[in-house]
């Protein structure tokens, strides 16, 4: 089986002028989120998955419109906020799953969630009663458990929730198969920016250890990290293994991606405030790594600059396309906060650069805005919509104000 993906084109980038989108600012790119949309939608119609957003990794409301268009309706939230946020703006079904609840938060994740995950038998057993009172009331509100079935394929151990003595999800051991009355649904993460052959072979791992307790369910989670949109990722398979998986056990199947939905679709756009010098010449920008991009430092990983080059190797340099180039202007690329590590490392641009020019940080929309800080009080950048008619809209902008209440 393959399916052909036909997607609508994307606004090239050498026909954006940089310089008329006020610095800084996060730039979501209409034409490329809508490539993905398409995408994921053909996915969700062909494999027969519920994919819903999870909101950790993109919860940018002002597009949510359009994910509705695209048959988008769901949402997975990670705490109270997010949930609220899902039932006020998403206004589809809101799934929430957070590694412990709150007394506090409780009563109203239960109010507003129609799917709840539970990471330990010990929370399910603390809120069943009032789960219990929704559903006498008349609520349908269907309840999952995590599981961790200890299989995982995440190097880095910041990213690995199958990792040894994890905190996420109920490995079989702990399993308690006595207290499933009332639970309809398991749920597992364990991906991270991974392929359809790693949720083919995770599945082997969920069904050696949980595959008994499915013909109890209804359905089942299979989490985020199903990066569908990145280039020659394999959808054939994604679709195959969740179409296999549907058969094999006639239960409703749950994708809850993040980073997909943002993947690729903008930028952070920056200017440069000054150049210092000391042995080699460094460029301070008004962002910051680590208020605005902190997984450039938690992963790590070196984002992509449009148009600059990765330094010099063995007296030559590399383009942006991997072209080797002659000749260029080396600069340590740099935040405006004052830890001396909100750096990037050194990039090569083709022009000597001067206050005022932009530089433009590829693919941050997911896991960016979600993320940002006020640390030092930097401006934090706008959020805006690049529009498939060129036309640029800046949807929120941030001031003093914003800064102000989150201290007291
Ligand atoms: C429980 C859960 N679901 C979904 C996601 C989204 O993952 P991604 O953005 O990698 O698709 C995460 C990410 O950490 C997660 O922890």
Not at 158 to 180: I, K
Not at 208 to 222: A, D, Q, S, T
Not at 341 to 348: C, R
Request: aromatic share 10%; glycine share 8%.
């Amino acid at each position: 089986m393959t399916v052909s993906f036909v997607l609508p084109e994307v606004t090239p980038v050498e026909t954006i002028n940089w310089a008329e989108i006020p610095s800084p600012a996060f730039v979501l790119d209409e034409s490329r989120l809508r490539r993905n949309l398409a995408l994921i939608s053909q996915v969700q119609r062909e494999s027969g998955a519920q994919i819903i957003v999870a909101f950790k990794g993109f919860a940018m409301w002002s597009t949510f419109g359009l994910l509705r268009e695209y048959g988008i309706t769901g949402a997975t939230a990670s705490s109270l906020n997010e949930a609220r946020l899902a039932y006020e703006e998403m206004k589809g079904e809101v799934h929430v799953y957070a590694p412990a609840y709150s007394d506090e938060d409780f009563p109203r994740i239960l109010e507003l969630a129609d799917h709840l995950v539970f990471n330990s038998f010990t929370q399910w057993v603390r809120f069943r009663p009032q789960v219990e009172a929704a559903r006498a009331a008349g609520r349908t509100v269907h309840v999952g458990i995590r599981v961790n079935h200890e299989y995982g394929e995440v190097d880095t151990d910041l990213y690995n929730p199958a990792g040894p003595f994890s905190r996420l999800g109920v490995t079989r051991r702990e399993f308690r198969e006595d207290l499933l009355e009332g639970v309809d649904g398991l749920h597992f993460h364990s991906l991270c920016e991974n392929d359809s052959s790693t949720l083919e072979r995770t599945l082997v791992a969920f069904e050696e250890k949980f595959g008994e307790f499915l013909p109890r369910m209804k359905w089942v989670n299979f989490g985020g990290g199903h990066l569908m949109t990145r280039a020659g990722y394999d959808l054939d398979r994604l679709i195959r293994v969740v179409r296999d998986f549907k058969a094999r056990h006639n239960l409703h199947v749950i994708l809850e991606p993040g980073s997909a939905f943002g993947w690729q679709t903008g930028w952070l756009v920056s200017s440069v405030l000054d150049v210092v010098h000391n042995v080699k010449d460094a460029a301070v920008l008004d962002v910051s790594v680590s208020a605005h991009m902190p997984d450039v430092l938690e992963m790590p990983y070196r984002p992509r600059i449009l148009g600059a080059g990765d330094p010099p190797e063995q007296g030559q340099h590399r383009e942006d396309d991997g072209t080797l180039a002659a000749s260029g202007h080396p600069y340590i690329v740099g935040g405006t906060t004052c830890l001396a590590g909100d750096v990037i490392g050194e990039y090569i641009f083709a022009q000597e650069l001067q206050p005022g020019d932009r530089v433009v940080f590829d693919d941050m929309i997911h896991y960016t805005m979600v993320k940002t800080t006020f640390f030092n009080g930097v401006k934090h950048p706008d959020i805006g919509i690049l529009h498939v008619d060129g036309n640029y809209e800046r949807v929120r902008a941030f001031g003093y104000e914003e800064f102000k209440a989150k201290l007291s």
